[in-house]
């Protein structure tokens, strides 16, 4: 399959600050890529949607101006969380995805995020 | 909404025997569908994806299609401790572009 590398894979960071996450595609371009977050023991949540070169598709509920997304690239997207709070401490994971008929979706390693 | 559903488990079953995972999903529609397996802590790893009815064998693992029925299943045979984790089915639908996910179903596979 498909590598999608996510960076970091953890990270602690101080209550009001901001956090970025990279989500890369090693060997293909992605035209959409998906953010996810995750609470122990539930299911994938869909955040937003990211088209590389245009504005992100978030999921109702999901604060714009606090998960900023940004896909600059075909094999590049970031997810800045941003004035960070406890409660935003989760599982992020990124997707990619090829197009072109290839609608298989690959998978970062995922970041851990604490906020304290 | 669309919507994909998964019995939660525990499904427990012992070491080389047949673990059967189902899931229906609720949109005619709908196109592909994909079988990931997490382990815990890890992110999601795709296993198997099948997009017209019938079976798809790929190794230890078999998935099946009905869409008539609207459901999806995934075989895994010979079952090993290592299968140990939560397997989670996904479906696109026609219209969107994006994966509708299951709950999950958690598989104990015992020595």
């Known amino acids: 399959g498909a590598v999608v590398s996510q960076h970091p894979s953890r990270v602690i960071c101080k209550s009001g600050t901001s956090v970025k996450i990279e989500c890369r595609s090693l060997?293909?371009?992605?035209?959409?890529m998906f953010w996810y977050r995750q609470f122990p023991k539930k299911s994938l949540m869909l955040m937003a949607t990211s088209n590389e070169g245009s504005k992100a598709t978030y999921e109702q509920g999901v604060e714009k101006d606090k998960f900023l997304i940004n896909h600059a690239s075909l094999t590049l997207s970031t997810l800045t969380v941003t004035s960070a709070h406890p409660e935003d401490s989760s599982f992020y994971i990124c997707?990619?995805?090829?197009?072109?008929?290839?609608?298989?979706?690959?998978f970062g390693q995922g970041t851990r995020l604490t906020v304290v | 909404q669309k919507e994909v559903e998964q019995n939660s488990g525990p499904l427990s079953v012992p070491e080389g025997a047949i673990a059967s995972l189902n899931c229906t999903y609720s949109d005619r529609g709908s196109q592909s569908f994909f079988w990931y397996r997490q382990y815990s802590g890890k992110s999601p790893e795709l296993i198997m994806s099948?997009?017209?009815?019938g079976d798809k064998e790929d190794g230890r693992f078999t998935a099946q299609l009905n869409k008539a029925s609207q459901y999806v299943s995934l075989l895994i045979r010979d079952s090993q401790p290592s299968d140990s984790a939560t397997y989670l089915c996904?479906?696109?639908?026609?219209?969107?572009?994006?994966?509708?996910f299951g709950a999950g179903t958690r598989l104990a596979v015992h020595p």
């Open positions: 099948i997009y017209s009815n």
């Open positions: 060997d293909f371009q992605a035209t959409t």
């Open positions: 996904a479906v696109r639908s026609g219209g969107y572009n994006k994966l509708i």
């Open positions: 997707s990619a995805e090829g197009g072109g008929g290839n609608t298989e979706a690959f």
